[in-house]
Each structure stands twice: as structure tokens, then as C-alpha cells.
């Protein structure tokens, strides 16, 4: 399993159902502990509890008798105190939720196992091969993990220089599940990690630089090339002959309703 090294800078407010999986049990206890006396915790113990058990078992041991604490730590529970109000502490066994099927595979525990360990998991459930996965076991699989198959009689399978031979220098786990005379070999890698980066705005201007760059409103002006005007000689000017011409534009408002229509409702 992937190992974190900032474990010790988690505690129960910037714990996910996902940085939940890093953690062991002693790290838990030592959350609670820490926790004691912050009332906002204490307010929301039920919600922290709920993350805490999507990657672990926790189980309330109600009987102190040193028979039962030893009970549980056969089983692989870490036992400890915890406070859960000013004078009220109880005994917890935790233990975190074993990954031996793939039905136990999430999108929250993919990236917190090692490509062997998923080996592990899929070699434990094979028969059909990858195909025989269900598709939202492979959504989650492939969420983590590069996956890749061929399938190949079996002397062909180890040919030197192969597939298989590059996959394997690449840093790919491999599982070879037998169908007959034939094999099908699956290749899976741990995926990198995308950050996904921030968008930065440049706040630099001030409000002087805002007002400059401010266009004039001439909405309502007709533009100078609009207005066409004859002009006959002084003498010849009378009331038959003289007139002036406008192209009108249409109306801005009507152009704003008819582009309302193709604007969809967000």
C-alpha cells in the first residue's frame, strides 16, 4: 500500500473518505486524542466517525475484561480509550477494512494500493479473465491504474522482445490467467497523479486604469457615414429637388429579443 508521508499532518478536519485509506490505526487514536478538546469535533463526532469507518471497523467494546481486549487484538484490532464527551470514554477496537475482493475495490481505496496488491485482488477472483469483471469494477480499476490485455497461445505469451518482455521493463505488474492452450496476460500500472492547475487572475489594476479603459457610450449615435445628403446647386434649390436621406438601422432592442431565443436557460 502506498505509504504517506504527511500522515502526521492529517487530523480529523481534513480527513476524506479518500486520505482516510493513508492512515493506520494508531494514527486514528491519535487523532481522537488530540481532538479532546476542540468542541467543533466534539460537535461533529458522528460525521468524523462516518469517515473513519468507510476504511475501518470500529467496535465498541463495552465489556473492559482484559479477555475481550485480547480477543479482539488476536483478530488484528488496535484497542484504545476514547473520549466521546467531558467525563464519558468508551473502549474502541479499530481495525482497517481488508481489500481481498474485488468487490471491495472503491474509488476512494484504488490510488492507496500498490499495482501488486490489485494483482492480488483480481488473481484471488479471476476465472473469466478481465472480461468477466463487471463494468463498474473496471471504471474503478481503470480510475487508478493503466490496464492493458493481450491474449496469446502459450509458447508465443514469453517470446523475447514481446509484448509481455515490455511491459514488464516498463514498470507494469502482470497476470496471466490460463484459458486452455491459450493465456491472457493483464498489465496494470499505477496511474500518476494530475494536479490540476489553478487559474490566476491578474488583480493589478486599480480603479484609475478601469476608468480609462472605459469606452465612450455612443450607443445611440448614428455614425456620420449613415446620413446621406444631396446637395444640388444653390439656384436650382426648391422644394422638389432638395431632400435628405437616412439609413436606418434596425432597432437594437429588437435584435437583443430575437437573440434571447437562441440563449439557452443555464
Known sequence: MKETASNKTLNLKSLTKSTVW??????????????????????????????IRSAFMIEEIKDESKLLREKYTKLGYKVGAVKLAEDTKVVWAIKKRPIVRVTDLTYENIRHISAAKLIEVLDRNFGGGWDSLSQSIQDIIESGFDISTTTLPKDRLHKKGGMYDKKVADGYEVLEVEKGTWVEAIFA?????????????????????????????????????????????DDEINENNYRTTFAIEPDADEDAESLSDYIADE
Not at 479532546?36 to 458522528?46: G, S, T
Not at 491578474?202 to 480609462?212: G, K
Open 22 to 51: 493513508d492512515i493506520q490505526e494508531n494514527d486514528i487514536f491519535r487523532m481522537l486524542e488530540t481532538a479532546e478538546k476542540d468542541a467543533e469535533i466534539k460537535d461533529n463526532l458522528r460525521h468524523y466517525a462516518d469517515i
Open 189 to 233: 500500472k499505477l496511474k500518476p497523479e494530475i494536479i490540476k492547475p489553478r487559474m490566476k487572475f491578474d488583480d493589478t489594476r486599480n480603479e484609475d486604469d478601469e476608468d480609462d479603459d472605459l469606452p465612450e457610450d455612443d450607443y445611440n449615435r448614428p455614425d456620420e457615414d449613415d446620413i446621406e445628403v444631396d446637395e444640388p446647386n
